[in-house]
């Protein structure tokens, strides 16, 4: 049986350790419940997070859970999908974008 691979969910408390001291790089989306441009890429996430699996990590910060992160990386509006790498902000998108453009993003820093 194949294991189902579902894109991280990311957190105030474990931000630090997945994400910031984590050497892959790693996609970042920022989204709520309520926003109907986020759900129409979750499922977008989620295939980059099957595609690139050991690669890159993807996954996702709930705002609305998640003020601290919310706040430190500026987001003031979703989706915003951070790609972050060695601690640092690499790149970024804002809205939703067809699946194209976060391959090509994951690819320029891989």
């Known amino acids: 049986m194949k ?3 579902m894109a991280l969910e990311f957190t105030d408390t474990n931000f630090q350790t997945q994400v910031l001291e984590n050497d892959k790089l790693t996609v970042v ?21 099957k595609e ?4 890159v990590n993807v996954g996702k910060v709930n705002v609305d ?15 915003a ?7 640092e902000v690499v790149d970024k998108l804002v809205g939703a974008q067809p699946k194209a453009r976060f391959v090509e993003k994951i690819n320029a820093h891989l």
């Open 52 to 55: 690139y699996d050991g690669k």
């Open 81 to 87: 999908i951070l790609f972050i790498k060695g601690g």
């Open 29 to 49: 989306d920022f989204w709520a419940e309520w926003c109907g441009p986020c759900r129409a890429i979750g499922p977008v996430i989620e295939e980059l997070s």
């Open 65 to 79: 859970n998640n003020m601290a992160l919310s706040t430190k990386y500026g987001i003031t509006s979703i989706p």
């Open 3 to 5: 294991s189902i691979i």
